[in-house]
């Protein structure tokens, strides 16, 4: 398209034609005030916060949708514009449950925030708020309509990036409500619970199920022994919970977790290495069974299993692939089984009385950490579920000043990790990672890529695909890959992996290994992450992850001494006897 | 006032003469001929349905829709029921010159959800036109095919906005789409599509057979042809009466045979409210834009209520999509009911609302939120007294 000129507040301005007048000003540097739009969905134009005047028209224009014309002259903030944005503002409040104080969005609010910018203080149009309704039976999400402005930003969310559309506008006029079929709860539709409507809403409408409440009480309780883990991507977006500029801050994660009266503060990247270890084996003896064996019970391409987003979706939509998902439990729940049984050895303590608690940038892990297959400690393997944002919140109410604390290091037997580890927060990192191990142990050598960076895997593609041909000299028992291509394929956000799931349904795939993250980007766009998000927002937090792996002494997941010895003293080998009754689970079909 | 009678005249061309004579013509020419008539849309609008017609024979895209939309949901208005109770064969016509016109082989008629009793009228005619060769395949052995299947409307009054009759047509919820894009380039399934009126298609067989002059003349100065109007309330005649365009107000109700006059509401709930005093005003796009009903007030009624029964029509069938119209409809009807109760006794504490008004005029997505608080202005200034004095224009 050519470049066209347009004059936005009387100053010619340059831009591509057919670019929204939104696009147009923001080139010109013109705030346009916005609650519908989102950069990551399509365009809805319903909130009408972005009324801009043309000039020649008779109506005011959706600054939103509306493309610009050839020598099209737009006024931002006239007379009009001014009233009519007012309006609108006072319209949304008046039915608004606006008691800003008691809600989750305080302070971190897009309608809040516009009511300041365009000092709405008073009201002329009688209130009549929504009474509150919290629905608060799903584990990982909840609903408060009462605080909804109509935006659908969920809605295509839901629809748009993870095919899995449970929710909709029902009914109309002022009794619109953002309902789901038959107005269940999310826990009684295929729900992912992955919470990526929750990081668009601009309101207080919806939120995760908090869990800081128990989590404050095991920490006071001295009879309890709380256990912290934190998972790869909390430490690249906690700054950013906290308002600060977004940075990896693990150091500083530690020592505030610990201030806050932690026993121990342990790494999920450990239990992501771990993964690693045991999926990486789980493939080898899976391509085996296929190649060498012709065993036709096996089921290829293998998908990892470390996203409840997307088991909880596949275990919906497509249960006839089940057996393609690795048995490996996630990072998270591996770590909860083993606190409660190997690190209560190593710590001499009674597994009874740790509270396992999990830092998580995803609210999908609140429900699972619920699933009955989940207690093979004997125990709830994991006891509470908190995100970045609640993380970050405690942080904050226990007045800990995370821009001056010292930088701290995790405790151990259960808190070193890899880069390997690390990099399970970027959407191909667990790929990644299980080629950096499983290619070394095949063939005896480091995976042919510049300072093991996988490239073909990483970055914001929806979906990627890579081929990795194995050398014709190979390790001992592992000659039948000699010169095999591994074929992988990576998919982030769940419409992508309808995607891919479809095709391989339809038997037109040819993979040998798939990585699906329910989120797009992966963990780091994750539903428990900081609110907002964007491609851009999401890029920085990407590469906050790859220069913290490239920081770490160990980039393997079998470097990591702490899991040679977790080997060494407890699980003996991967896939054995231990790892199976610990590290391994099942999965069911969903209506 | 002539009786200038041609859509409900007594006297009919013959049915399929009209397209007999278009397929003798150019599509270019009979596109032309339509423009040239200078009819403008009948559904409320009042596009120009020559230059839709040419936008979307122009667009690029297969497989075109011809769409009849018949959803005839505004209060009061019943000539749309009239016109295919009667004259179907005509609007099946109608709709086929369209097709041919714009290079479609594909018509639906969105009919009003509370009309199935039209249903077998409409499929009458569409089989004995078919087994005239007026329809179908091949039509009067031409290289042109077109058929036309009824759907049943959704309900909702909203659903006759034409994007929102598409959503509705892809089975999807009702509520009008953000334009641009237009129908005429993306309509139902992404298609090129016309959407008109059924009085638009029913007026089309008599432009193309006496021509765009003789249509033209039927008028008054740039308002060509005639229009249909459902006049109801306090007359003796209600019915449908056709009149010219730029006919007044007053010969309408006299026609009707309107005695006591306090207030006109002309055009539907969205449309303008006037007084005894302006009779004389003309039905044409350029003073009192002519949708399907009129219904008049006499000076018995309370003009509150009017003003109350309107707005609750709004607030009851806005879709409930954007800010302006879904909230703005609440707030004007709370200001009704402070009216009622004495809670607003002067124009000055009016002010906000009409502010609101106006906000709801040019911020609403579709026409119903666009026009939904003219009501509300007219009803307010010219009706009612307020403690404080009477507000006056
Ligand atoms: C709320 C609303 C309801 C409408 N209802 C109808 C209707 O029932 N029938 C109709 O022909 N047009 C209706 N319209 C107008 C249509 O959107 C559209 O302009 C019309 O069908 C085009 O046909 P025409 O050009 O022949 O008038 C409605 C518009 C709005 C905003
Ligand atoms: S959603 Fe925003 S405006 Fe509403 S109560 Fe919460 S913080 Fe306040
Ligand atoms: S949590 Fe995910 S699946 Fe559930 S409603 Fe929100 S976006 Fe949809
Ligand atoms: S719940 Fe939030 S995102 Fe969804 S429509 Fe309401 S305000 Fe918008
Ligand atoms: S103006 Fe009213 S009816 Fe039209 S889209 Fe907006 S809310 Fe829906
Ligand atoms: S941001 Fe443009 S209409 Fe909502």
Known sequence: MPNISVKINGIITS????????????????????????????????????LVEVEGWRTLAIACVTPVTPNMAVLTHSKKVRHARRTVLKLLLASHNANCSECERNKNCELQELAEKHNITNNEYQTSPKPESIEEVSPGIMRDNSRCILCTRCVRTCEELQSVAVIKPVGRSSSVTISTFMDRSLNDVPCTQCGQCVIRCPTGALFETSEIRPVWEAIENPDKFVVFQTAPAVRVGLAEALGLPIDRSTGQMVAAIRGLGVDRVLDTDFTADLTIIEEGHELISRLKGALVDNDESVALPMMTSCSPGWIKFIEHKYPELLPNVSTCKSPQQMFGALAKTYLAGKEVIDPASIVSVSVMPCTAKKFEKERPEMRDSGYKDVDYVLTTRELARMIDEAGIDFEKIEEEKFDRWMGDSTGAGVIFGATGGVMEAALRTAYEIV???????????????????????????????MATGFEFLAGVTLKVAVAHGLANAKILMDKVRAGEADYHFIEIMA????????????????????????????????????????????????????????????????????????? | MSEKKILIAAEQPIAGSALKKSLGMTSADVVFEVRESEIRGRGGAGFPTGIKWNLAGAASGSNKMVICNADEGEPGTFKDRYLIENYSLKLLEGMTIAGYAIGSSHGIIYLRAEYPYLIPVIEKAREDLIRENLLG???LGKDFNFDI???????????????????????????????????????YLFRPTVVNNVETFAA?????LNGAEWFQDLGIGDCTGTKLFSISGDIENPGVYEMPMGSSIGELLEAAGAQDVQAVQVGGASGATITADELDRSLSFSDLPPGGSVIVFNSSRDMIDVLENFIEFFVHESCGQCTTCREGNVRLQDAVRLIRNGEISSMEELEPFFQLAEVMKIGSKCGLGQTSPNCFIDIVTKFIDLPAGKGGV
């Open chain 1, 15 to 50: 831009v591509r034609e057919g670019v929204t007048i939104l696009d147009a000003c923001g080139t010109a540097g013109v705030d346009i005030p916005t609650l519908c739009y989102h950069p990551d969905l399509s365009l809805a134009g319903n909130c009408r916060m972005c």
């Open chain 1, 443 to 473: 063939s005896g050598h480091e995976i042919p890529f510049d300072g093991l960076n996988v490239e073909p895997v990483r970055g914001m593609e929806g979906i990627k695909e890579a081929a990795i041909t194995m050398p014709e000299k």
């Open chain 1, 519 to 591: 989120c797009p980007g992966g963990c780091l766009g994750g539903g428990g992450q900081p609110i907002p998000t964007s491609p851009e927002i999401r890029q920085k937090r990407t590469e906050s992850i790859y220069a913290e792996d490239a920081a770490l002494h160990f980039r393997k997941s079998h470097a990591n001494p702490e899991i040679q010895l977790l080997y060494a003293e407890f699980l003996k080998e991967p896939l054995g006897q231990k790892s199976h009754e610990l590290l391994h689970t099942h999965y069911i079909k969903r209506d």
């Open chain 2, 137 to 139: 395949e091949n039509i």
């Open chain 2, 149 to 187: 299947e009824i759907r049943p409307g959704a309900g909702a009054y909203v659903c006759g906005e034409e994007t929102s009759l598409i959503e509705s047509l892809e089975g999807k919820r009702g509520v009008p789409r953000n334009k641009p894009p237009y129908p005429v380039n993306s309509g």
């Open chain 2, 204 to 208: 089309v067989p008599h432009i193309i």
